[in-house]
Structures are given as C-alpha cells and as structure tokens.
Nanobody, 126 residues
Framework: QVQLVESGGGLVQAGGSLRLSCAAS????????MGWFRQAPGKEREFVAA????????NYADSVKGRFSISRDNAKNTVYLQMNNLNPEDTAVYFC???????????????????WGQGTQVTVSS
C-alpha cells in the first residue's frame, strides 16, 4: 500500500513561487496516476493537475495552466507541483493523490483517487 506525504507549502506573496513535493512509500509508486487537488475554506475540493506513470502525459485545470507544472521522479518516489505566479485565489490546502485509472488524467474525478496525503497549506498574500 502506498502512503503519501506532502511538503513544501507555506506563505508567499502574490507573484511568487512554491514547489510542493509528495513523497510516496512503497515499491509500486511508478504504477500510479498521480494528481494534485486543492481545497479552499468553504469550497469543494478541486482538481489541479495530474500525471501518468512516466510523466509523459499531464493535464491541468484551466485556472493553473501556464503557471503550474506537475512532474514526477519515480526513482525518488516523488511527485512535484511547481507553482509560479501565484495569486491569492490559489490559497488552499493542497493534496496529492494516487489511483490506477489512466482515464482520470483527462477526466479528473477525485472520487476515483483512492490514496490521499494529509495535505499542505499554501497561503498567497496580496
């Protein structure tokens, strides 16, 4: 069973950058589709980005396209989310998640992700 632990969150000014990491335990990390989701106070959890097993296929929410980049290093059992040009609307708890359904890259569905990390807070000040 893979376990996920996020890190890298924090407080940043608008226009700044952060890189989130999600470290996975277990030898089968490379098999999983990995995704990032976020949840702001009073809002539903929303899809941010996803990546397939080898990093060759990615997908992004429209709100983060051109600013965020998802990548993975299977040798390190880690998936990353590079976030640039942050704005206050990006403030949320960010979660990484894993699943075995390749269709979730193009058709993101949080309900199909069965492994979740505990989340890391990202706060963007104006």
């Amino acid at each position: 069973q893979v376990q996920l632990v996020e890190s890298g969150g924090g407080l940043v000014q608008a226009g700044g950058s952060l890189r989130l990491s999600c470290a996975a335990s277990g030898r089968t990390f490379w098999r999983y589709v990995m995704g990032w989701f976020r949840q702001a106070p009073g809002k539903e959890r929303e899809f941010v980005a996803a990546v397939n097993w080898n990093g060759g296929t990615t997908n992004y929410a429209d709100s983060v396209k051109g600013r965020f980049s998802i990548s993975r290093d299977n040798a390190k059992n880690t998936v990353y989310l590079q976030m640039n040009n942050l704005n206050p609307e990006d403030t949320a708890v960010y979660f990484c998640a894993a699943n075995n359904d390749i269709t979730t890259i193009r058709r993101p569905d949080a309900k199909k992700y069965d492994l979740w990390g505990q989340g890391t807070q990202v706060t963007v000040s104006s």
